[in-house]
């Protein structure tokens, strides 16, 4: 068992991956296996006609939200410390609505594949994960089209090298010409990786590239700074993915792995 605090920006939204996995499983992590830390915890007074909130928060509000292929909200819960004005004692924890209305089976029937980033709205708080440490490589299938939100869900931070793409016949190149020739394999598939900005724009991105056509020269299979080959400055192993980070990854029916971690 383990946990780690995740912290989410002051303002705006962040992509998070949750770093640990439900105990006893390799594939999944709950709702009820997340957290939010970073405020005071309120304490109620039951001895008058109501519960009242003597102490700590007082209506911080954190949701995360499920993307679609095309990056739209598709189900979202709710972290509700205190519900300002609430009739009976509301929170802490997960709800299907800032109202305060029950999730549907509770917290821990709300499953989340492993690498599976989430959209995170909150307010400097932090995240929480607790669990078990994923003792597998973890395989993400991309969508034939649109796009998956996928993420660094181990609790330790990687570099971009050590993530790879599989699912294509990687070229076999014959060098005994002029040029070399693609005898075999894969023709130009191009596979990219974006962090994103707190308002969900593309911050940077890479591109993983097995065979780029009409290439003078051999190009590939690994990750560049650009679909037209340009390498990455100082290389992929210089390109940190943090614990938990969230990437927005764009295919077509090929796998990304995420290695488990060397701890």
Do not use: H
């Amino acid at each position: 068992m383990g946990y780690q605090e995740l912290a989410t920006e002051a303002s705006g939204n962040v992509m998070i991956a949750p770093t640990f996995l439900k105990v006893s499983e390799s594939n999944t992590v709950t709702l009820a296996d997340l957290k939010v830390t970073g405020y005071n915890a309120p304490w109620w007074d039951t001895s008058g006609k109501r519960p009242v909130n003597k102490d700590g928060c007082v209506g911080a509000k954190f949701s995360i939200q499920f993307l679609t292929t095309q990056g739209l909200a598709e189900k979202a819960y709710y972290w509700l410390d205190y519900m300002t004005g609430a009739e009976t004692r509301v929170g802490p924890g997960w709800f299907a609505n800032t109202d305060g209305t029950p999730i549907e089976g509770g917290e821990g029937s709300v499953e989340l594949d492993a690498g599976k980033s989430l959209w995170i709205s909150g307010s400097g708080l932090s995240l929480q994960p607790t669990g078990a440490v994923n003792p597998f490589d973890i395989e993400f299938k991309t969508a034939d089209s649109g796009n998956v939100a996928v993420g660094n869900c181990t609790p330790v931070d990687l570099k971009l090298s050590d993530l790879t793409v599989t699912g294509y016949k990687a070229p076999w190149w014959d060098t005994s010409g002029k040029r070399p020739v693609n005898k075999d394999g894969c023709v130009g598939a191009k596979f990219s990786i974006q962090f994103l900005t707190t308002q969900g724009l593309a911050e940077k991105a890479y591109y993983w590239l097995d065979y780029m056509t009409g290439a003078e020269t051999k190009v590939g299979p690994g990750w560049f700074a650009n679909t037209d080959g340009t390498p990455i400055e100082e290389g992929a192993d210089k390109v940190e993915i943090k614990a938990g980070k969230g990437l927005w990854v764009s295919g077509s029916g090929l796998s990304l792995i995420v290695p488990a971690p060397e701890l």
